[in-house]
């Protein structure tokens, strides 16, 4: 019997993103390179939907996938997983597990939720490696030590800040595209019927935490920034 073809599309994209998965800083890849991995899964998740029909699209199951925080206090990643979703047309919400860790929980279809938790996964790591430079920098040391927690999250902030910018910018310049490709469909729109359909079927009591004003070192800030500019997120890569 023989696949079909949206399945095997799904398979060979699973494929690929299992492949530059192995492309993060743990394997010797710098984060600049990560990033190019994920706008090269982007591109990947972009041909694969222009691949559906929009039967296909209003047919396919929501679903759920969760990544763990392992942190029972809000990380740096909280100020970027929302323009994360939105890049991956995908909806996202914080809980707690069952140990009182937070996890953040991607929902839509599979496709996406796979491409949401695995950009997720590359800029923690990114975030995290970034941080762990700037501590050995000659600008950190020059902050007292009673004022480095705050410069601790000026930096992570700064940075998250900065890559959340150029997801929501690439995600701009990927929707034109998407939406001038020819074939007359609004994919962004049509996929987001279908995910807020089913979201609210789930009839989950979701609401917006504000966050607490925090003390920001607007030099461990523009560090951060810096950092986050760096990494090259590059909408128009190009490969098979």
Not at 13 to 30: E, F, H, P, V, Y
Not at 172 to 189: H, M, Q, S
Not at 202 to 228: H, N, Q
Request: charged fraction near 30%; charge should be positive; include cysteine.
């Amino acid at each position: 019997m023989t696949a079909h073809p949206h399945f095997a599309a799904l398979d060979r994209l699973k494929t690929r993103i299992q492949g530059l998965r192995s492309k993060t800083t743990d394997n010797g890849c710098t984060e600049a390179e990560a990033l190019l991995a994920a706008a090269k899964v982007a591109q990947l998740l972009d041909r694969y939907d222009l691949s559906l029909t929009d039967v296909e699209i209003r047919d396919a199951r929501c679903e759920r996938r969760e990544y763990e925080t392992y942190r029972k206090k809000r990380i740096p990643l909280d100020d970027c997983v929302g323009a994360i979703a939105n890049f991956c047309n995908c909806r996202v919400w914080r809980e707690k597990n069952q140990a009182g860790e937070a996890r953040y929980i991607f929902f839509g279809l599979r496709s996406d939720i796979e491409v949401a938790h695995y950009l997720t996964e590359l800029i923690d790591k990114a975030v995290r490696s970034e941080f762990g430079r700037y501590k050995t920098s000659a600008g950190y040391r020059r902050f007292r030590h009673q004022d480095r927690h705050v410069a601790n999250s000026s930096f992570t902030l700064g940075m998250v800040a900065s890559i959340a910018d150029k997801l929501t910018a690439m995600k701009r310049e990927r929707d034109a595209v998407n939406k001038n490709n020819g074939t007359g469909r609004d994919l962004v729109v049509l996929k987001a019927s279908v995910v807020d359909a089913e979201l609210g079927k789930l009839d989950l009591k979701l609401r917006t935490v504000r966050r607490a004003t925090r003390m920001v070192s607007p030099t461990a800030y523009e560090a951060g920034e810096i950092a986050g500019a760096s990494l090259a997120i590059n909408p128009g890569i190009r490969g098979t």
